[in-house]
């Protein structure tokens, strides 16, 4: 079962939104301001004032055919209608554009991300990539390996074994069992209460040994090693705190029970863990 997520030295966890990084990056009027500016964001931006003059000579027209004045004809008013819903549905793109979307201001210094192609003030992306993660906040394209705050001291382990898992018993050659061991510990400043002890655990879980759990085994491994499997928290089963427990990358800790009781069958749960690991940049 997951954990809390972890947090970084900034306070900061995986799940921290744009909103959230904006008060550490230029809103010091804290939720009320974010809030406030991510209001604003989701209104349509303030026509030009050219535009709304324009809009307005469709019904000057209108009126003028009505006392019979004459040098405009319906063409130009089908025109002039068609130039303006043009020029209305076309500014908005642009600004968007020009805006980035970490400060929700003109790109100063702009810097272009090479993977996704979205841009942003170079000040403003930098500081997300270090404060956040390295993942572009716009499409969630990763750029380079996102590190966990997972104790140092852990290792990992795994052996064979003949048994079968409920719904693998005709495709598989057994059942992959993986320890993971975490002795007590000093939490450090990328944890909840650096200076203060933490309490280790071991933990098993199981996956089929076929090519797809095989293949799960690797990424978990690699996972395991970027300190992303475990954090330190409180324990969802227990209540204690200072505990080190799972980070939002889901273990099948029991053989059987089913997915209520994190045992299997479980048709879904190695595309689900795969998901999870593939949002944490491991592929």
């Not at 810097?111 to 572009?136: S, V």
């Not at 475990?230 to 029970?257: A, L, P």
């Not at 879904?268 to 593939?278: H, K, P």
């Amino acid at each position: 079962m997951a954990g809390p997520p972890a947090r970084n030295k900034y306070g900061f966890d995986s799940t921290s939104t744009l909103s959230t990084f904006r008060k550490l990056l230029r809103f010091p009027g804290g939720k009320d301001s974010a809030s406030k500016l991510a209001t604003q964001t989701r209104r349509a931006p303030s026509p030009d004032p050219k535009d709304t003059v324009t809009r307005l000579e469709p019904r000057r027209l209108a009126r003028s055919f009505s006392h019979g004045a004459t040098g405009y004809s319906h063409l130009s008013r089908t025109q002039s209608l068609s130039t303006n819903a043009e020029q209305i549905k076309e500014t908005p793109k642009q600004e968007e554009l020009d805006r980035c979307a970490i400060c929700l201001d003109d790109c100063t210094e702009p810097k272009r991300l090479d993977k996704c192609g979205h841009t942003f003030c170079k000040e403003c992306i930098d500081q997300y990539f270090q404060a956040i993660k390295p993942q572009c906040p716009c499409c969630f394209t990763i750029y380079g390996d996102i590190r966990g705050n997972q104790p140092e001291n852990g290792r990992m382990v795994h052996i064979i074994t003949r048994h079968h898992l409920p719904g693998f018993e005709r495709n598989s050659n057994g059942t992959i069992q993986i320890t993971y061991t975490f002795p007590d510990g000093i939490q450090d400043e990328r944890h909840p209460s650096p200076g203060q002890r933490y309490h280790g655990t071991q933990r098993t879980a199981y996956l089929p040994d076929n090519k797809e759990g095989r293949h799960i085994l690797k990424l978990l491994e690699k996972a395991f090693k970027l300190r992303q499997v475990f954090t330190i928290g409180q324990s969802r089963t227990t209540g204690r705190e200072n505990m080190v427990t799972w980070n939002d990358i889901h273990h099948k800790t029991s053989y059987k029970g089913g997915s209520e009781n994190f045992g299997y069958p479980d048709k879904t749960y190695l595309n689900r863990v795969r998901q999870e690991l593939a949002a944490k940049g491991i592929e």
